[in-house]
């Protein structure tokens, strides 16, 4: 059981440049989320589906992308990089009401 | 929007002591969630507490839920080098979770 599926590890982008983090889930969670760990700031969400076709800004969403074209997949898409978006990702899918199951992560270096 | 507020944002402990963490909000909550996350690796989940009052206990983990619903705390009671990490509360919304800045613990042996 594959649980919480999160692509690629590690990414290093040049500022302006685009790119897709990839989260995957086998557990059939309605709920899906993206966020973002920087230090002394914990988990800020950026954005959360609670269904396919549906998605929500979070706290931080400026600059982000998603869709959710099926339950399993969320992806997140990073339009233009900023050095201000280097941190680490982390997608977490949950069912309604429940505890949140991760991925495990994906550290970004925007140059 | 609602929101938990952790402390402390740092705790060095000797091995063998107690730790706390305190989680507070200004409204009242339906529900808090505390998770772990060890050095370098993911938050994982470690317990729910939804009643006003409840205690719970996993081993040396004392989690507690205020009367008011207001603030938890998680306790270790004679920490050890494998309860190094972050701890996190988290505050399960209608549709999404948001978390606290969390509380980073190191143990000196």
């Known amino acids: 059981n594959a649980g919480v599926t999160q692509t690629p590890k590690f990414q290093v982008l040049k500022t302006g440049q685009s790119m897709t983090l990839q989260c995957a889930q086998d557990?059939?969670?309605?709920?899906m989320s993206w966020y973002r760990q920087d230090p002394g700031m914990g988990l800020r969400l950026i954005h959360y589906?609670?269904?396919?076709?549906?998605?929500d800004q979070g706290e931080v969403p400026n600059g982000y992308n998603v869709s959710r074209s099926t339950t399993e997949d969320f992806p997140l898409r990073l339009l233009s990089a900023a050095p201000s978006q280097t941190s680490v990702y982390f997608c977490?899918?949950?069912?309604?009401?429940?505890?949140?199951?991760f991925g495990q992560g994906t550290r970004l270096t925007v140059v | 929007g609602q929101q938990v507020m952790q402390i402390p944002q740092y705790q060095h402990v000797q091995e063998g002591e107690d730790f706390t963490t305190y989680c507070n909000s200004s409204?009242?909550?339906?529900?808090i969630q505390w998770y772990k996350q060890r050095p370098g690796g993911h938050p994982v989940f470690l317990i729910q507490?939804?009643?006003?009052?409840e205690v719970k206990k996993q081993k040396r983990l004392t989690f507690q839920f205020g009367e008011a619903k207001k603030n938890s705390s998680l306790h270790i009671t004679a920490t050890q080098t494998t309860d190094v990490g972050t701890y996190f509360c988290?505050?399960?919304?209608?549709?999404?979770?948001?978390f606290g800045a969390g509380t980073r613990l190191t143990v000196k042996p």
């Open positions: 557990m059939n969670h309605e709920y």
């Open positions: 507490l939804v009643k006003s009052g």
């Open positions: 589906s609670v269904g396919a076709g549906i998605t």
């Open positions: 977490a899918s949950s069912s309604p009401g429940g505890r949140a199951f």
């Open positions: 988290a505050l399960r919304r209608d549709n999404d979770m948001r």
């Open positions: 409204t009242t909550l339906s529900n």
